[in-house]
């Protein structure tokens, strides 16, 4: 039992530091967005994130239904849309800058 709870104690350790307790590390892993003060929410709300995980919880939970489920659904598709165009638009400048050299 004590070597589970020091593999355990580790790896939340390197948890944090690998993420450096940012914003994304409270919202994802280690709290749900209920528990944080209302200026996090606020903010964490400006962020992708919640719809990952929160959002899904919440509909599970039943504490969103009908056409608040609907709304919450909707911002994780403009999110997955701006997030999908974001990534395609630096590809490609990425590969406006590319020089392929060799024989």
Request: proline share 4%; glycine share 8%.
């Amino acid at each position: 039992m004590r070597l589970y709870l020091d593999i355990a104690k580790k790896s939340f350790q390197r948890q944090v530091a690998y993420r450096g307790a940012t914003l994304a590390g409270f919202v994802t892993n280690l709290f749900r967005i209920a528990f944080m003060p209302a200026w996090l929410q606020a903010l964490c709300y400006l962020t992708p994130f919640p719809s990952v995980i929160d959002t899904p919880v919440r509909i599970y939970l039943n504490q969103a239904q009908g056409g608040e489920a609907a709304a919450q659904i909707a911002v994780q598709g403009a999110w997955a849309l701006t997030l999908v165009v974001a990534g395609r638009l630096a590809a490609e400048a990425g590969r406006r800058k590319l020089t392929i050299q060799g024989g």
